[in-house]
């Protein structure tokens, strides 16, 4: 796991033809590199959340309680996971449109593996000021994703700017949705706070 992070971040395109060859099933992959990388941005999310809160100058630090944000962390982590699933049914769905051959396998590696450096920059959570940094690793991710489609779903070369900018748009829609969702359970663990 560890080669496989090192190599996805410093030489994508190689990985991505020793990827392509490989016989990792979803549930693998699931199992033995998305649950344990999606966990970093959860935990080290809920710990600058609810251990190190926010500096707000003049008017102190402010912390999350625990319980909401292990809520937070809990509802991050689940949806993370579905929302990987998801984008790579998507881009599977998507890849005759644009000349692509159909592979559910490789439309989940394509996704999964291109998430590793917003991931890994996902300890950065432990100090919520530093978000911007994660932000930066997630077009790092995207830069990796546009590098993936060629060798896993055979793009033609000239079809995979648009394949990808599509895949981009669906992504922002879905990352939109979940974003609702995890707001919405969110605010319904704290209402019980609000006391006026």
Do not use: C, H
């Not at 911007?132 to 546009?146: F, K, M, N």
């Not at 979940?178 to 919405?184: C, E, I, N, R």
Request: proline share 6%.
């Amino acid at each position: 796991m560890i080669e496989r992070i090192k190599n996805i971040l410093i030489s994508p395109k190689t990985e991505w033809e020793k990827i392509k060859g490989e016989p990792a099933g979803i549930a693998q992959i699931f199992t033995g590199y998305v649950i344990p990388l999606a966990l970093l941005p959860a935990i080290f999310g809920f710990l600058g959340r609810a251990l190190i809160g926010i500096n707000l100058g003049i008017l102190g630090t402010f912390r999350i309680p625990l319980v909401y944000s292990i809520a937070w962390a809990v509802v991050y982590f689940v949806l993370t996971l579905i929302t990987i699933y998801v984008f790579a049914l998507i881009i599977n769905a998507l890849a005759p449109s644009f000349g692509s051959k159909q592979d559910i396998i490789k439309a989940f590696k394509l996704v999964a593996y291109s998430m590793t450096p917003a991931w890994i920059a996902g300890v950065l959570n432990i100090f919520p000021l530093l978000a911007i940094l994660v932000l930066l690793a997630g077009l790092y991710s995207l830069y990796i994703l546009y590098l993936g489609f060629v060798p896993m779903m055979e793009t033609p070369k000239d079809k995979v700017i648009v394949y990808f900018i599509v895949s981009i748009v669906v992504y922002i829609v879905i990352y939109f949705v979940v974003s609702a969702l995890s707001g919405l359970v969110l605010n319904m663990a704290w209402r019980p706070m609000i006391r006026f």
